[in-house]
T-cell receptor, first 117, second 112 residues
Framework: GAVVSQHPSWVICKSGTSVKIECRSL??????MFWYRQFPKQSLMLMAT?????????EQGVEKDKFLINHASLTLSTLTVTSAHPEDSSFYIC?????????????FGAGTRLSVL | DQQVKQNSPSLSVQEGRISILNCDYT??????FLWYKKYPAEGPTFLIS?????DKNEDGRFTVFLNKSAKHLSLHIVPSQPGDSAVYFC???????????FGTGTSLTVIP
């Protein structure tokens, strides 16, 4: 149990286009979903926390108009990178809390590698 | 500012021996700590956790030790197996929320 699916696993896009990444909890309802970004040889950096049905809480320095997060249901959160530029190229990974289990354990998706040309 | 640090980017250990992975943190508000394991092309998977009210938690071959005064935790794997070869991340959460702050990871290689 506690499987999180992230799609796509890899996306290449042109500069100026928008890219949507989906994060789904397959066998549980997620109280909260998290979006992280990881640069090479660096740690996972929390970008935002989203609770179903409410606005996401963004970490300091993360542009909310650039990284749009929608958490429409207890099993789906999406991250849209708007007007992507080469500096947005990174590894994006989501995680989710299982509302029926310990809140402090997060279950991760496999990540999405975004390459902006 | 990196609040959780893993100063060893890599570690190699012989099969059957002990693997010790270290993690340091700076924020005294952190009160819950986890270790995650990550294989290539997969997301991190939860391994073991410890809360600040304890100084040790054991689960099979994996033991996590917490030294609050030193703001240091370590993961011991005994005996190490080739299947343990992966990147290990430590993560810490403050008592004010459920956000986690991750270290940069340590790549463990267990040599058969």
């Amino acid at each position: 149990g506690a499987v999180v699916s992230q799609h796509p696993s890899w996306v290449i896009c042109k500069s100026g286009t928008s890219v949507k990444i989906e994060c789904r909890s397959l066998d549980f309802q997620a109280t909260t979903m998290f979006w992280y970004r990881q640069f090479p040889k660096q740690s996972l950096m929390l970008m935002a926390t989203s609770n179903e049905g409410s606005k996401a809480t963004y970490e300091q320095g993360v542009e909310k108009d650039k990284f749009l997060i929608n958490h429409a249901s207890l099993t789906l959160s999406t991250l849209t990178v708007t007007s992507a530029h080469p500096e947005d190229s990174s590894f994006y990974i989501c995680s989710a809390n299982n509302r029926h289990r310990a809140k402090n354990i997060q279950y991760f998706g496999a990540g999405t590698r975004l390459s902006v040309l | 500012d990196q609040q959780v640090k893993q100063n060893s980017p890599s570690l190699s250990v012989q099969e059957g021996r002990i693997s010790i992975l270290n993690c340091d943190y700076t924020n005294s508000m952190f009160d819950y700590f986890l270790w995650y394991k990550k294989y290539p092309a997969e997301g991190p998977t939860f391994l073991i956790s410890i809360s600040s009210i304890k100084d040790k938690n054991e689960d099979g071959r994996f033991t996590v030790f917490l030294n609050k005064s030193a703001k240091h935790l370590s993961l011991h794997i005994v005996p190490s197996q080739p299947g343990d070869s992966a990147v290990y991340f430590c993560a810490a959460s403050p008592n004010t929320g459920n956000q986690f702050y991750f270290g940069t990871g340590t790549s463990l290689t267990v040599i058969p």
